[in-house]
C-alpha cells in the first residue's frame, strides 16, 4: 500500500506536546517547545521543525533561530521550510559524494538569501513597539535575520535493507546517531556557534557541513538519528535513549531553568 505523502510543520505559536509516530518504514519521535520567557510574553519561539515523510524516504529540517538577530524565528521558518523544498527538488542528496552535497548545498543556501531579505524588509514591526527599541530592530534588520541548522534525507528499503542517509548541519544544533541502541561516535563534528545563514549575508563562519553514508545491513551503521536544541543541551552526556517521561521531565526541568530556552527534539528511527 503506498503511503499518502506526509508534510509535518510546527506552529512557532504554540508547543506540540512529546509524540510518537509510525510513517512508513520510519519511527518518528518529536516535541517543540517553547521557552519560559516566550511562553509567559506570548511571543513566538524561535526554533522550528519541518519533516515530509514518503514511501521509503524522509525529508527533514531542525532550525534554531538566534535571538540575537533580527526576529531569529522568521530565518528559522523561512530555511527550514526553503530547505525542504530544495531537498526534495534538487538531486545532491542522493549524492554519496559528500563534496557535492556541500557544493549544491552552499550554493542553494545563497540563492535563497534574495527572497529571504526581501521578506525582512518587508515585515512590519507591531505597532506598539516604538522609540529606542524600534531604532534598535530597524537597525538588525539592516544586518537580517540568522538561524542555525540540521537538514537531511534519509532512504531506506526495507526488503533489501539499502539505503542511505545524508546530513547536512550548521551551527551547534546537537546531532546523535544510533546504531540499535549504542550510541555511534565520530561521525558528526564541525559545530560552532559562530557558524549559521544570514538572511541578508547566507552563509556565515565555516560550512555547511555534510555526512553521507551508505546503510547497508551491518554494524557501525546508524538506525537511528536525533536531533534538538540548546534547550535539551541536558541530555547530551546521555548514554541512552531516554524513554517519553524522561523526555518530558527534561523539558520541564529546562522550562523552570533560569536560562530557559526553546526546545525541539525530532529523532527518526528505521529497521
Keep these: 500500500m503506498m503511503l499518502e505523502m506526509r508534510l509535518f510543520q510546527i506552529d512557532q505559536r504554540l508547543e506540540y506536546p512529546l509524540s510518537s509516530l509510525q510513517a512508513g518504514l520510519f ?11 516566550s511562553r509567559q510574553g506570548d511571543d513566538m519561539g524561535q526554533d522550528y521543525i519541518t519533516y515530509r515523510v514518503t514511501d521509503d524516504s524522509i525529508l527533514f529540517c531542525v532550525c534554531d533561530g538566534v535571538s540575537q538577530s533580527f526576529y531569529g524565528n522568521l530565518a528559522a521558518k523561512y530555511l527550514g521550510d526553503s530547505l525542504l523544498q530544495f531537498m526534495s527538488e534538487s538531486d545532491c542528496f542522493n549524492s554519496a559524494d559528500s563534496e557535492v552535497v556541500k557544493y549544491k548545498l552552499s550554493s542553494g543556501l545563497q540563492q535563497m538569501t534574495a527572497p529571504a531579505t526581501n521578506m525582512i524588509n518587508h515585515y512590519e514591526l507591531p505597532s506598539h513597539i516604538g522609540g529606542l527599541f524600534r531604532e534598535v530592530l530597524e537597525e538588525k534588520r539592516l544586518k537580517g535575520s540568522e538561524t542555525t541548522f540540521v537538514c537531511g534525507k534519509i532512504s531506506y ?33 564541525g559545530f560552532s556557534q559562530w557558524n549559521r545563514w544570514s538572511t541578508c549575508h547566507g552563509v556565515m563562519g565555516e560550512g555547511p557541513s555534510i555526512l553521507s553514508m551508505d546503510l547497508a545491513k551491518g554494524s557501525g551503521r546508524p538506525n537511528c538519528i536525533q536531533v534538538f536544541t540548546d534547550g535539551l543541551m541536558g541530555y547530551r552526556n546521555w548514554k541512552r535513549y531516554p524513554e517519553n517521561a524522561e523526555l518530558r521531565q527534561m523539558i520541564e526541568t529546562s522550562y523552570n531553568h533560569v536560562a530557559s530556552d526553546d526546545v525541539s527534539f525530532l529523532e527518526i528511527r528505521w529497521n
Design 27 to 37: 519511527n518518528i519521535r518529536c516535541t517543540y517547545a517553547r521557552s519560559r520567557e
Design 157 to 189: 528499503t526495507a526488503d533489501s535493507n539499502k539505503g542511505q542517509i545524508t546530513v547536512a548541519w550548521l551551527g551547534d544544533t546537537a546531532i546523535r546517531l544510533f546504531d540499535h541502541g549504542t550510541e555511534i561516535p565520530g561521525l558528526v563534528s
